[in-house]
């Protein structure tokens, strides 16, 4: 696993809970408003921290902590990712992926050792899908990630970032309509620079 940075605590990741952040390399998403360029655009990815260094870690906080989240970049694109997840799990934390959705098969693989999923639905589905995150986002293969989440009994839910001149908050009754009844929605929003 490509791993960009590592918080060893937060309380605003994963909902209600204590949990360390790990934050992975690589995405194929170019949100024009995105918070983590070092992770995303290769010429500016930085030194990389071991795995092992954040389960020893993880080993000596057991009891402290109550979760782990993975987030990015775009944790999907790990290989080894439901390994890790499993790993994590198997010393007694919860497990949290942010995933952007891009990669169904892979999220399918990792739901398993997931306890929670947020998952990113980045504009209406249609042409303003690319303008938004550009780079190779694809929202078929978003669509088939709700899907799946869905179905997968996993606790979860949707969120979006709007940004007052690429995606504006007035433009989320058009988001809202592809949710079902009860589904939880987070909004977000970009913090822009005053001009
Ligand atoms: S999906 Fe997330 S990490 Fe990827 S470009 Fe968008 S905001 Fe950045």
Do not use: W
């Not at 960009?4 to 952040?21: M, Q, R």
């Not at 918070?35 to 655009?41: E, G």
């Not at 209406?124 to 869905?150: K, N, T, W």
Request: glycine content about 10%; charged content about 25%; overall charge neutral.
């Amino acid at each position: 696993m490509k791993i960009g940075g590592f918080l060893e605590s937060s309380l605003i990741d994963y909902p209600g809970k204590v949990a360390a952040v790990i934050f992975t390399v690589g995405c194929t998403f170019r949100c024009r408003y995105c918070h983590n360029p070092r992770l995303v655009y290769p010429e500016l990815y930085g030194e990389t921290v071991p795995l092992e260094k954040i389960m020893s870690l993880l080993e000596r906080r057991r009891g402290i902590l109550d979760g782990v989240v993975f987030c990015g970049g775009e944790p999907t694109m790990q290989e080894d990712l439901p390994e890790v997840m499993r790993r994590v799990r198997s010393l007694g934390y919860l497990v949290k992926l942010d995933t952007n959705g891009a990669f169904p098969e892979k999220l399918a693989e990792a739901l398993p050792y997931a306890d929670y999923v947020a998952m990113d639905i980045k504009a209406p589905f249609g042409p303003d899908y690319a303008r938004v995150c550009g780079g190779q986002s694809d929202d078929f293969e978003v669509r088939r990630s709700m899907l799946l989440l869905r179905s997968s009994g996993v606790e979860y839910h949707f969120r979006t970032t709007f940004h007052p001149d690429h995606l504006p908050i007035e433009r989320s009754g058009e988001i809202e309509r592809f949710l079902g009844a009860g589904e939880r929605y987070v909004i977000q929003h970009a913090s822009v620079v005053k001009k």
